[in-house]
């Protein structure tokens, strides 16, 4: 079993193996974490300027934005394990 990337758009990936959560930006807690992350200097901007529809929060307290919908991204997710298991 190998590292498995998972795109989050705009030929960018994180590793599946790495992420917690993926959701959507748009509350206010997502916001703090998103900020927080920021000052913290643990905030990797993946939209390349686009509206932000995903935030992916890993194990190592690192917040990844993407302009690709959690949806999109879950769904990758899911269908790189099936493919896996194959």
Not at 16 to 28: F, L, N
Not at 29 to 38: D, M, Q
Not at 60 to 76: M, N
């Amino acid at each position: 079993m190998g590292l498995q990337l998972i795109n989050i758009g705009f030929g960018n990936v994180v590793s599946a193996s790495r992420v917690i959560s993926i959701v959507s930006p748009e509350s206010a807690p997502i916001k703090r974490i998103v900020t927080v992350a920021r000052d913290n200097n643990k905030l990797v901007d993946a939209t390349y300027g686009r509206r932000t529809r995903a935030v992916i929060i890993t194990d190592s307290d690192h917040v990844v934005l993407s302009a690709v919908q959690p949806e999109t991204v879950g769904q990758r997710v899911v269908s790189h394990d099936e493919l896996a298991e194959e």
